[in-house]
């Protein structure tokens, strides 16, 4: 299926040679493959910054606190005394003044190597002034003569986890760079730059510019990433277009039971959505349609009454979620609505093991399952429907093009209903969904009272502690949000466990704690207790962002406010606000605060309407910040970047759609040029579609 000549792009890591089963691990959870990294994934992982290893002063020269490379005479080494907790110093010099350098817990033996007495090595690194005399802590680099030759003059830094360092990553990025070739040019206009050479230079970089987001060299491969998406997207309407959809209509029966059994009377814009959304499923063209609405803007029960139209019509609907919290959640909400109507549901997670999964699937083969709800686990291999009818996906902007097709592949021509939480600005529609149909739910439900937003520096911290106690005295839930630190995950751990630790200090056991590294059963155990209140306050990462519910919690706090994007914060926010009580939002900040990061939380704080903020984010993220966070990132794109590549999408689409016109089948050359780049960036799905039309 795969074209040999890409068998070294995706050869197992573990064939290179420096990465063993035990690197392989961390490797595997930095690039997001716990199931088995490839060399790809590998060449695809682009650096943060760069470090500029140019700047030769001598030590009179040194500004402090940037990175310099030094030549020095090394003059003694001063031990750490026993028992003390004093740094390894060495003293050493050059013709204009000294300079110490420190290791804390260094080895004796290995620093005499590294550092002998007498001889003249380079040190690169950070220059501090401690006590007005230069001092050069852990230096980055130390290599003598010979290894100054080869010392990268312009440095890349990745984005790192637990158990790799920069090294490791620079040695097997060289060795994934040596291992593979370059590729027959797919793009139109032939690019001086090929795939391979782009890569090797955004890792190799001899300029800044050649490893930076706005180098020619990231724009191509941006470029390839774009058109990668927008053609599978053309490949797939095209495909679309010619299988036409198999009608489903329902007489009613099972969504008027529904509608019996809820407690509150759909909002207009609900009952928009659901008329739009029955004349797709009866019509005779398939249906895509997104369903976009803002947290709380109750999109599952709609998404249950499409179900209901379906399953009326004799046939099976499937609701996938982002992650297994949500996916038990929307279980919850719909289990009780399901049993009124006489609606067969089940759930389908990576969890459901052994005979269960086994009797699980065999029901749902069979028919005798009517919506089955759950994670990517529902489309993985063996699991098969009777009768797919409509395939719900919530959350999109999680999952790429590719498994959404792959759900919808699982059946004959089926109904694909998107939901997101996180409103798309019209001009980014077209990237995620290509065109698609689009319903909104832009009314809050009745009775929801406006959140108080409030922004607080850090330092202010007690107040806050001491106000929670107040209100977790008069029986009030609160969440408490820990930061996201983008270097590695293990640190987000830690920033939730030691706040865990602290607010137990004060609460004791009313304070609970979830986090993404938490086995599946401890998570539900920890999310239960908090819906019934058994904790009062749950400290959390982000795994909340999207989609909990719980309506009693009417407090949030976010820490570290700065560090997330507005519509990261929308989506937080809206976690209160959904009870009777009026909510409060408490976002704490570290001093100083960036001019884009007051932006958006001024913005957060005059509106909570997800529409306005995100065009707002949209409009924030483009104007400074260029090469700040993964922030600016699309989602579901690995090397595109919204503000920097966001002007490449149009001229990618037109290109794809040319190709589409003119070799619908890519059977020409560049036609299999671009296949290799559908593989490559994970849109074989639509390769496959191609194979099987
Ligand atoms: P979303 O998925 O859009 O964030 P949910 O579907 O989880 O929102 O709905 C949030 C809450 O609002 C749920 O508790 C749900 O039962 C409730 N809800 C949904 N529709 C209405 C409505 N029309 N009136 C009152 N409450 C509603
Ligand atoms: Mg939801």
Same mark, same amino acid.
């Given at each position: 299926m795969r074209p040999d000549i890409l068998n070294p792009y995706f050869a197992a890591i573990t064939d290179l040679t420096g990465i063993g089963p035990k690197l392989a691990r961390p490797f595997e959870r930095l690039l997001g493959r716990e199931g088995g990294a490839r060399v790809l994934d590998l060449l695809l992982h682009l650096p943060a910054s760069t470090i500029d290893r140019r700047s030769r002063p001598t030590l009179s020269q040194v500004v402090p606190d940037t990175v310099v490379t030094l030549e020095v005479r090394v003059d003694r080494h001063a031990p750490t005394p026993r028992g003390s907790r004093a740094p390894y110093r060495i003293y050493a010099h050059d013709e204009t003044g000294d300079i110490v350098i420190t290791y804390f817990k260094g080895d004796r033996n290995w620093l005499e190597r590294l550092l002998p007495v007498g001889e003249t090595r380079w040190i690169s690194g950070t220059v501090t002034l401690y006590d007005g005399i230069p001092q050069m802590s852990h230096p980055d680099r130390v290599v003598d003569e010979a290894g100054l030759a080869k010392l990268p003059p312009i440095e890349p830094v990745y984005p790192l986890v637990e158990g790799l360092g920069q090294g490791h990553l620079r040695r097997a990025i060289e060795a994934a760079l040596t291992r593979t070739g370059e590729l027959p *040019?797919?793009?139109?206009?032939?690019?001086? =730059?090929?795939f391979h050479a782009a890569l090797f230079q955004v890792h190799q970089?001899? *300029? =800044?510019a050649d490893a930076s987001p706005l180098g020619p060299a990231w724009k191509r491969l941006a470029y390839d990433e774009l058109l990668a998406g927008q053609l599978a997207l053309a490949l797939v309407r095209g495909r679309t277009v010619k299988d036409a959809g198999r009608p489903s209509t329902g007489d009613g029966h099972v969504a008027r039971r529904i509608e019996a059994a809820l407690p509150f009377t759909l909002t207009r814009s609900q009952v928009a959505a659901l008329e739009a959304i029955r004349a797709d499923l009866a019509s005779h063209d398939r249906m895509l349609r997104l369903l976009q609405g803002d947290v709380g803007s109750g999109k599952t029960v709609v998404a249950l009454l499409a179900a209901a139209t379906v399953v009326e019509a004799g046939r099976q609907a499937a609701l996938m979620a982002p992650t297994e919290i949500l996916a038990r959640q929307h279980l919850k909400t719909i289990a009780p609505l399901a049993q009124a109507a006489g609606l067969r549901v089940a759930l389908l997670t990576? %969890? *459901?093991?052994g005979r269960a999964r086994a009797d699980l699937l065999a029901a749902l083969e069979a028919g005798e399952i009517d919506l089955v709800v759950g994670t990517h686990?529902?489309?993985? *291999?063996g699991v098969a429907f009777r009768d797919l009818a409509l395939a719900i996906v919530d959350?999109?902007? %999680?999952?790429?093009v590719h498994q959404r097709l792959a759900l919808a592949a699982k059946g004959a021509a089926v109904d694909v209903l998107v939901m997101t939480a996180t409103p798309i600005p019209r001009t980014l529609v077209l990237t995620y969904f290509g065109d698609m149909d689009s319903s909104e739910l832009r009314e809050k439900p009745a009775g929801r009272k406006p959140i108080d937003t409030r922004a607080l520096p850090t330092e202010r911290i007690d107040e806050v502690v001491a106000s929670l106690g107040r209100a977790m005295a008069e029986g009030r839930r609160a969440y408490w949000i820990c930061p996201t630190v983008e270097e590695s995950e293990n640190s987000d751990l830690a920033a939730a466990e030691a706040r865990y630790e602290d607010l137990r200090q004060y609460f004791g056991e009313r304070v609970g704690l979830v986090h993404g590294r938490m086995k599946g059963a401890q998570k539900d155990a920890a999310m239960a207790a908090f819906a019934a209140g058994e904790t009062q306050l749950l400290v959390a990462t982000t795994v909340v962002e999207v989609g909990v519910d719980v309506p009693e919690a009417s407090i949030i706090v976010i820490e570290?406010?700065? %560090?997330?994007?507005l519509a990261q914060l929308h989506q937080l926010r809206g976690r209160v606000g959904r009870g009777d009580v009026a909510s409060t939002c408490l976002l704490l900040y570290r001093r100083p605060l960036g001019e884009i990061a007051r932006q958006r939380i001024e913005a957060l704080r005059a509106s909570e309407d997800g529409f306005f903020l995100a065009e707002e984010d949209l409009r924030l993220r483009g104007e400074g910040d260029v090469l700040g966070t993964r922030q600016s990132g699309f989602p579901g794109f690995r090397l595109a970047q919204l503000d920097i590549h966001g002007d490449l999408l149009v001229a990618a689409r037109a290109e794809a759609l040319e190709m589409v016109r003119t070799d619908p089948d890519l059977a020409g050359p560049r036609g299999a040029a671009l296949r290799l780049l559908l593989h490559i960036f994970e849109r074989d799905v639509a390769v496959k579609l191609l194979g099987a039309g």
């Open positions: *040019e797919w793009q139109a206009g032939a690019p001086a =730059t090929g970089p001899r *300029e =800044t990576g %969890r *459901e093991k686990a529902l489309f993985q *291999e959350e999109q902007h %999680r999952f790429g570290h406010a700065e %560090r997330f994007g």
